[in-house]
């Protein structure tokens, strides 16, 4: 992209070709649609999924022309599962909110002309790509995909074809593709920090960066610290199945009649190396929504953040934190009841930079002027699911209440609600407000609208009487239990949950409708349609090959300044100079 | 921007961007300093972003290791373990010798490069290239004898992490070996020779302290 002109200087050319221009592109915004397509890709292919596994629950007898067998298997419903949510946490959650909009926006917001290492930018999205193409193999191949969940727990996941269909290839290229992710998101996650550590314009100081930047950051910190681990669990795990190792394995398992020649392994071990990945992954998923939120709230409510030093302090506490938790996902595991109480207060410790999060961003809109476009009613969506999922994780914090609710679908309710869709609407809230810039059409209104309310909706009536189901002792996991006495009685929720679920996916498809048909007869947006304050709204929609045009800005204000008292102007651009910004008093 | 270069160029000076907007040469130090990155050598990257970059690469690769050392424990430690304890092949103590000097002729190499003593920092820098080498043989070497006595990855837990160590760390040394000899053959568009080299150094002086502190633990906590 940049070639060394004779005069010394950088001159950013755009390639010729297609390939160089739209495949192999080391462009960060060719690289950020790129991922952002991936994951649409992925989300289509895990919603799918949870249908089938919504229809099973209910109609478990069901013909299904495409099942091999005609009826559904356990073994076929745990599939799903494990592939449902290994695709919506690694190429959903993690892939479009980081991957997609933070690859795109971090390097224009801080003022910068590409990401550090462009090239390796690019090697990290053909990487995931790869990893992709291989967890979805996985349903091809002998056998077709793995039963250990997402969690790939050992020692289920360590043996091979003899623990169950899928246990053979297909587990091993959940682990592979894992592996892979693990190595892209690292490179990525490198080249993120580097870029917002050393490419910031000038006048951009930390404490200048837009909210949405510090959740990236901190979110490449913490994939950093924390895929490292989980490839280096996936190697051991992979060595036990195939190099005969006992990492993972005990002694004297016998499995289907057949003693397993492994000795003196630690399942648990396999436990803390993945939740110590684990938890800090929901962070990441979650993290860059936050930002999103704190900044569409502050646009569409034309305020400044409330508390944007403690906003960004907030997500690194967060960050922080969420390194030293991973124990609550395994309080049934027999550890020490002191590691349970550490783990237990640290968990709800967590609880205080949220709540200052929600107090604020309460505080941003709290008399603000505030308009419901789009992007703005999905943030909102954001911060209700983000509450509304928080509050239930203080009572499984709880190591005495998390052992009568760890295997129901009160956790499943839990996390759906506080990382899986309020994550997802924070990746709507950023598709409806950067759809302008990226593509340089304004997406439909009344569609965007229609497709929040419904999903909105949709998503409170799945997982709100999934909490009950849990309390009432609904078993997760399970293919079917409506022959049991104590779970057949939640049947009529099942089916309400089943109902809402399909109508729920089915408003999606307006969404895809109106990304792409507002690609050709959207509005036209201009450089700034929302009258935002930060840089990428200083350049054109779609920005230039270099960003800027050649015209680097330098940054003289803060993210969010709107409606700064005396300025005829409801909103100062971060560019502004002080005299150019005392012409609009 | 295709196309247009002379007219940006002098707009970007005229706003005052870009520090002082005439080229630097290629053998400028390290960072630059301020925010005058947009004219660094021509990438428009700033040389001190590779070494961050570097610092922070390194930070991952050492939670990948810390990760394998507290399986390392963990597992040692389990009841019924089924963990032999079996003899370091004595020639690592030879290897951790020649990996430990390398990073003295590094050093040197780096010393002569920033005294402009071309022909001093190819001799240590192909030095230091040989030694590594020389490690790494030496450790396939360790990794025969142990073969020979029937030692194997899949043995048990012991010499699984010995070998899982070694290799991990080995295919690390490899990639630095490739480094120092891509900044020995090839010109480097991007970085200076000395940022290169500087970069280098800082993951070669790494994975050396690493060996070190991985060898200590096989020797000790076996």
């Not at chain 2, 247009?4 to 053998?27: F, M």
Request: include cysteine.
């Amino acid at each position: 992209m940049s070639s060394h002109a004779h005069t010394g200087h950088a001159v950013v050319v755009e390639p010729s070709g297609f390939i160089r221009k739209y495949i192999f592109s080391i462009d960060h915004k060719v690289i950020g649609i790129q991922y952002f397509l991936l994951a649409l890709t992925a989300v289509c292919v895990g919603i799918v999924l949870s249908l089938l596994m919504r229809f099973h629950l209910v109609y478990p007898g069901a013909h299904l022309p495409f099942v091999s067998g005609g009826i559904m298997t356990p073994e076929q419903y745990m599939a799903l599962v494990t592939m449902h949510g290994t695709i919506m946490v690694f190429f959903v959650l993690t892939t479009a909110p980081q991957g997609g909009f933070g690859n795109y926006f971090l390097p224009i917001q801080i003022g910068a002309p590409d990401m550090a290492f462009p090239r390796l930018n690019m090697l990290s999205f053909w990487v995931t790509f790869l990893a992709f193409v291989a967890i979805i193999a996985a349903f091809i191949v002998p056998g077709g995909a793995p039963i250990s969940g997402w969690t790939g727990y050992t020692p289920l996941s360590g043996m091979g074809e003899v623990t169950g269909p899928g246990e053979g290839m297909g587990q091993t290229l959940w682990i592979v593709s894992i592996s892979l992710f693990c190595l892209a998101s690292l490179l990525g996650a490198l080249n993120f920090i580097a870029t917002t550590i050393d490419l910031r314009a000038p006048g951009m100081t930390l404490f200048r960066m837009p909210l949405t930047v510090w959740g990236w950051f901190v979110t490449a910190i913490l994939g950093l610290l924390a895929f490292g681990v989980l490839l280096a669990g996936g190697i051991l795990l992979l060595l036990d199945r195939s190099a005969g190792t006992s990492f993972f394995l005990p002694a004297g398992l016998v499995v289907n009649d057949q003693l397993q020649p492994h000795s003196g392994g630690s399942p648990l071990l396999w436990q803390h190396l993945f939740w110590f990945f684990g938890h800090p992954e929901v962070y990441i998923a979650i993290l860059p929504g936050m930002g999103v939120a704190s900044h569409v709230l502050s646009t569409f409510a034309r305020k400044p953040v409330y508390g944007y030093r403690a906003m960004a302090m907030a997500i690194c506490a967060i960050g922080f934190l969420g390194f030293m938790v991973w124990g609550h996902h395994m309080f049934l595991s027999g550890m020490s009841p002191y590691s349970g109480f550490a783990f237990s207060v640290l968990t709800m410790s967590i609880g205080v930079p949220s709540a200052i999060k929600t107090f604020n961003w309460i505080g941003t809109l709290w008399g603000g002027k505030i308009q419901f476009k789009s992007p703005m009613l999905f943030a909102l969506g954001f911060v209700s699911l983000f509450v509304s999922g928080g509050l239930s994780g203080l009572f499984l914090a709880q190591p005495a209440v998390d052992n009568m609710l760890h295997a129901t679908y009160y956790v499943v309710a839990h996390f759906h609600l506080v990382m899986g869709v309020a994550a997802i609407f924070g990746i709507f809230a950023a598709t409806y407000f950067w759809y302008p810039k990226m593509f340089g059409r304004m997406m439909s209104e009344p569609l965007g609208k229609l497709h929040f309310w419904i999903t909105f909706a949709g998503t409170y009536c799945i997982f709100m009487p999934m909490h009950f189901v849990g309390l009432a002792g609904g078993i997760r996991r399970y293919a079917d239990a409506t022959g049991t006495t104590y779970a057949g009685v939640l049947q009529p929720v099942h089916v309400f949950m089943t109902y809402a679920a399909f109508i729920t996916a089915a408003v999606q498809l307006v969404f895809l409708f109106n990304f792409f048909w507002s690609l050709k007869h959207g509005a036209v947006a201009g450089k700034n349609p929302w009258n935002a304050t930060t840089l990428e709204w200083i350049t054109d929609s779609p920005p230039p090959i270099d960003n800027f045009g050649g015209h680097y800005p330098s940054v003289y204000r803060g993210p969010y300044e709107f409606s700064v008292p005396g300025y005829r102007q409801d909103f100062i651009p971060q560019d502004l100079t002080p005299e150019q910004a005392a012409l609009l008093k | 921007m295709p196309g247009s270069t002379v007219a940006d160029e002098i707009e970007l000076i005229g706003t005052g961007r870009g520090g002082g907007g005439a080229s630097s040469g290629d053998d400028g130090n390290a960072g630059g300093g301020g925010d005058d990155w947009k004219d660094s050598s021509g990438s428009g990257v700033p040389q001190r972003a590779y070494v961050t970059g570097m610092t922070i690469a390194l930070g991952g690769v050492l939670m990948f290791f810390m990760a394998l050392v507290s399986a390392y424990i963990v597992r040692k430690d389990m009841p019924n373990s089924a963990w032999v304890p079996f003899n370091i092949p004595r020639i690592l103590w030879l290897n951790t010798a020649i990996l430990i000097a390398s990073s003295f002729t590094l050093a040197r190499s780096r010393s002569r490069l920033l005294a402009s003593d071309d022909a001093g920092f190819r001799h240590w820098w192909g030095v230091t290239t040989i030694l590594g080498i020389f490690f790494l043989i030496g450790q396939v070497i360790a990794w025969r004898q142990l073969a020979a006595a029937g030692v194997f990855l899949a043995t048990n837990p012991a010499s699984s992490f010995f070998y899982v160590f070694t290799a991990a760390h080995g295919l690390h040394l490899l990639g630095g070996v490739l480094a120092l000899l891509y900044v020995a053959f090839r010109p480097t568009h991007k970085l200076t020779k000395s940022t290169a080299t500087e970069v280098v150094s800082m993951y070669w002086h790494f994975m050396d302290g690493l060996w070190v502190f991985l060898f200590l633990l096989l020797l000790l906590g076996r």
